[in-house]
């Protein structure tokens, strides 16, 4: 028996299928903020303040190993339903929601370590997700946008900015850095030249959990990349969420760019 503690994207569905497909048994913890899940007779919706009654639920389904998946928002304090457990532990929660979502997460880790409880890798069930090391589109970076990839890990690697962000973007020499905004207003703040040029380089925070927190890219990532005029993305070695793998690919074709995994 396997937990679930889903948030919202696209990424906890993806999971969902390929353990249904396995025909492993599963339940639910209902983190998303619409109740997304609300129609599986498997879910639980439980505030993230009840920790009493979710390892209870844990207990009771006789689960070892869990699994984090999708963006669980910020809790905000008004709307927290407690329980005696999640009054011991909120105080912990709510220090790491200062540093961001991210934070919330690995406290949730270190919370269920705890009590003994195990969580493995967001992609245990789809390895297909995250890309090894290669080229995956017809068209290859340049030695120009070789030069500019070589420089953007190196800046990644050095500065203490990495702490922060998950990608960068490299164009002519200028690097421009992804803020709390996220990637998406990152591509959007830059402008389009007349020749395409440029790259997006997005790989995961040098202290960030692997197991739950991988950085993702899809489809929208790609049409935005394509507006703004880059040339290709770059990711890390198993060490990326790649969702909508064939379109991806296929529209990076169509519009001669490169998908590159270091």
Not at 231 to 247: M, P, S
Request: charged share 30%.
């Amino acid at each position: 028996m396997i937990g679930l503690f889903f948030g919202d994207t696209k990424f906890p569905k993806l999971i969902l299928n390929s353990i249904k497909r396995k025909k492993k048994s599963y339940f639910i913890i209902d983190l998303s903020k619409n109740n997304v899940f609300k129609n599986d007779s498997n879910s639980y919706r439980i505030s993230i303040g009840q920790f009493g009654k979710i390892l209870r639920l844990i207990r009771q389904k006789k689960s070892k190993k869990v699994i984090f998946a999708g963006k669980i928002n910020k809790p905000k304090l008004s709307r927290i339903r407690l329980d005696m457990t999640g009054v011991y532990y909120i105080p912990r929660v709510i220090k790491a929601a200062k540093k961001g979502d991210a934070a919330i997460l690995k406290e949730l880790i270190k919370i269920l370590s705890q009590e003994k409880i195990k969580v493995i890798s967001s992609i245990y069930y789809n390895p297909e997700l995250s890309l090894a090391k290669g080229n995956y589109s017809k068209f290859k970076p340049n030695k120009f946008d070789l030069i500019d990839i070589k420089k953007g890990i190196k800046i990644l690697n050095n500065s203490n900015s990495y702490d922060h962000v998950q990608a960068i973007i490299v164009r002519n020499n200028v690097i421009i850095k992804e803020t709390f905004k996220g990637t998406k207003k990152l591509i959007q703040s830059i402008k389009k030249l007349k020749n395409n040029t440029g790259v997006l380089i997005k790989f995961p925070k040098k202290k960030q959990d692997l197991k739950v927190d991988l950085p993702t890219i899809g489809l929208e990532t790609f049409k935005d990349c394509k507006r703004a005029g880059l040339k290709g993305v770059v990711l890390k070695n198993k060490q990326n969420i790649f969702l909508e793998k064939k379109a991806c690919i296929n529209f990076a074709n169509k519009n001669k760019m490169f998908i590159k995994v270091k």
